[in-house]
């Protein structure tokens, strides 16, 4: 089955710096690979995301990289404020077109943006 | 987005006792729904799949007649774990998906339910 490892466990850096999460997985079949951003208490939260058929997408702040062949993927934040402080969960899963197949999340990284 | 509700937010119950989770998506048709749980400061680990109608897949290692899951509807979806023990206090998250969702890719998931086992 698939196995997702993520990296780095905590992450901490000053506002206005880039934070930059890797992660791989091991399924080649795996084609969606989403970010999820999770507050203390609270319901993950989709940040962004990206099917294997990119290489890259970005949302203003965010932006996402995906290397199949090397089977990695990669959030990277720039500008930080203190409110990106929280975990940041990737995970990869498979989509079948017209539904969602399971997601195998990433351990998380806690990241804490420092005024 | 599509929006997925729990109940409860949180319960406290004593070990041999069972407990419900209900899990609703309020404004589309969710056609598979997962389970997952988490412990503290740790990631989310998935329990089960359930689709509409059909009996549920578990992952390793979950017992599936300890932690019964019901999908009898497009919108309903209920886990309940059964004799519940201390080491069962969780927070358990359902998501949902569906084509119906605005999405075809992404899950949409519950604010999730607190269980502490006494």
């Keep these: 089955g698939e196995n997702v490892e993520q990296h780095p466990s905590t992450l901490s850096v000053q506002e206005g710096d880039s934070a930059v999460i890797k992660c791989t997985y091991s399924d080649s079949a795996s084609n969606y690979f989403p970010w999820y951003k999770q507050e203390l208490g609270k319901r993950p939260q989709l940040i962004i995301d990206i099917r294997s058929n990119v290489g890259e997408k970005k949302d203003q702040r965010i932006a996402v990289t995906l290397n199949k062949t090397a089977k990695h993927f ?28 399971n997601l195998i999340f990433g351990k998380g990284t806690k990241l804490s943006v420092k005024p | ?13 004593k070990s041999g006792t069972s407990v419900k989770i209900e899990c609703r998506s309020l404004d589309f048709q969710a056609t598979t729904m997962f389970w997952y749980r988490q412990f503290p400061k740790q990631s989310l680990m998935l329990m089960a799949t359930s689709n509409e109608g059909s009996k549920a897949t578990y992952e390793q290692g979950v017992e599936k007649d300890k932690f019964l899951i019901n999908h009898a509807s497009l919108t309903l979806s209920t886990l309940t774990v059964t004799s519940a023990h201390p080491e069962d206090s969780s927070f358990y998250i359902c998501s949902g998906t569906g084509a119906t969702s605005g999405s075809l890719n992404e899950q949409y998931f519950g604010p999730g339910t607190r269980l502490t086992v006494t």
């Design chain 1, 74 to 101: 990669s959030l990277h934040i720039t500008e930080t404020q203190p409110e990106d402080s929280a975990v940041y969960f990737c995970a990869a899963g498979v989509n079948y077109g017209g539904s969602q197949g």
């Design chain 2, 1 to 13: 987005g599509a929006v997925v509700s729990q109940h409860p937010s949180w319960v406290i119950c």
